[in-house]
């Protein structure tokens, strides 16, 4: 049976996913359990049995079947990690709709953390984006009902619908000063993503390119966008990777061999199944795998980010500039049943070139440079908060509301990456015409 694997940091909102799936192994076990293991197995699946039982016998209505089986599925994903998830058809069929082509949204990626409904990233061009939505942003509530609870999956059902439709969301900023609670108003679109947002020359022939996410046409796209700016007398790059969510395992070994040489490793993965265990490289050397580079990262670089980004790191091809990433290195495998709902498990996990996993903690920047924000009163910096004391000051009183919004202006990362390639190429010139003096060779002066 055919079915694909993908390792994004989180569910999509508005976002065009693409349609390279890498295909798998369905096989469950490394080795075959032995006979106690099954027999301890079974006793449990009769637990459930009569568990499911009782309730439809003596529960105080009459319970449907398939509720109660979805139900019970969708607790025993949720009790393995939170990347594995029981699909129902709705939500299946939401998922292939990521890879398909436009839909209506928002344009954000989320995440629970801290047992809060998280943004990981807003979407360039999109009402996310447009309305200031910032990554780290907790939505506590949806059209005015608590997220307390809320599973990623009911989240995507509630954030999507049709364009032009409106859905209010009550915004929860802790890195604000006054730390208080934002509605804001956002109309539903058509989610256009391209994967290369921005190339072009910055100044001294740096080129500068910004991916926003990595689908099946990024890898070319990507060349293209490369070859233009090297016909532009490009001898430099900053590869933007910030609030990059990731997106397809190919696609981020195929962006990553861009840049390193033939056959370099750029990621390997580890799973149960020995099928599982793949070593990834470059297949070719690189169109610009010795030019000078910068990969800037940040806390929304999540998943194949970090496989470019640790690849670069690892094998001293290019300097991480930034802030720690999301650390998100788990890779997702679709299982689709024959009722037309779906299995998303974590079947591997993946590793640097050398060994690393930052599942957790992501890819540290060789050079650390936190974006710049407006100054804050060290007094009124607001502590951060786990999910269940945010919901209960809401139920007390609700914080007023006011709609923030803008990007800075001024990007110190960029502009620190862009002084630090421009050094760094005045610094190899030196290098390349230096004159060595040496002295005429005189044997009478030998010492033995």
């Given amino acids: 049976m055919k079915h694909f694997s993908r390792i994004r940091a989180r569910w999509v909102i508005g976002l065009l996913a693409g349609t390279s799936l890498l295909f798998c192994s369905m096989s469950v076990f490394a080795k075959v359990p032995s006979a106690g293991h099954n027999d301890d197995f079974y006793r449990e699946i009769e637990l459930l049995e009569e568990a499911l039982s009782r309730i439809r016998a003596e529960y105080v209505e009459q319970p449907e079947a398939k509720p109660l089986i979805y139900g019970a599925m969708r607790g025993m994903l949720a009790t393995l990690d939170p990347y594995s998830q029981f699909l129902d058809p709705d939500s299946y069929n939401e998922l292939k709709v990521d890879t398909e082509g436009e839909f209506g949204g928002l344009g954000i990626e989320i995440t629970i953390k801290d047992e809060l409904l998280t943004i990981i990233t807003p979407i360039d061009d999109t ?22 609870g809320i599973t990623l999956i009911e989240a995507v059902k509630k954030l999507r619908g049709k364009p ?12 604000d000063a006054t730390a208080e609670l934002k509605e804001v108003s956002l109309e539903r679109d058509v989610i256009k993503i391209e994967s290369v947002k921005e190339a072009r020359i910055l100044e001294d022939h740096v080129g500068y390119i910004r991916l926003t996410d990595f689908r099946e046409k990024t890898s070319p796209d990507l060349e293209k966008a490369l070859r233009r700016l090297v016909e532009d007398q490009m001898d430099a790059l900053i590869l933007d990777l910030r609030n990059n969510p990731g997106g397809l395992l190919d696609t981020a070994v195929s962006v990553a061999e861009l840049f390193l040489d033939r056959n370099q490793v750029i990621v390997t993965t580890r799973g149960r199944n020995k099928s599982q265990n793949q070593d990834f490289r470059a297949r070719r050397d690189g169109m610009i795998h010795s030019m ?41 495998t679709i299982f689709p049943l024959k009722d037309g709902s779906a299995l998303r498990l974590t079947t591997s996990k993946y590793f640097t070139p050398k060994g690393r996993s930052i599942h957790g903690s992501g890819i540290v920047p060789d050079v650390e440079i936190p974006l710049e924000k407006p100054a804050v009163k060290a007094e009124e910096q607001d502590k951060t908060q786990r999910g269940e004391e945010v919901f209960e000051q809401l139920e007390k009183k609700d914080g007023a509301a006011q709609p923030d919004a803008k990007k800075p202006e001024w990007d110190n990362q960029l502009h620190r990456a862009l002084d630090l390639l421009k050094a760094l190429k005045v610094y190899q010139g030196r290098e390349k015409h230096k004159v060595v003096s040496r002295v005429p060779y005189d044997d009478s002066y030998s010492r033995y």
């Fill in 127 to 148: 009402p996310a984006y447009r309305a200031g939505l910032l990554s780290g942003d907790r939505i506590v509530k949806i059209d005015g009902e608590l997220t307390r």
């Fill in 164 to 175: 032009k439709t409106q859905v209010n969301l009550t915004i929860l900023r802790e890195q």
């Fill in 292 to 332: 000078p580079l910068v990969v800037l990262i940040n806390e929304g670089s999540a998943s194949a980010s970090e496989i470019v980004a640790g690849a670069v790191q690892d094998h001293g091809r290019g300097i991480i500039m930034g802030i720690k990433s999301h650390g998100k290195a788990s890779v997702q």
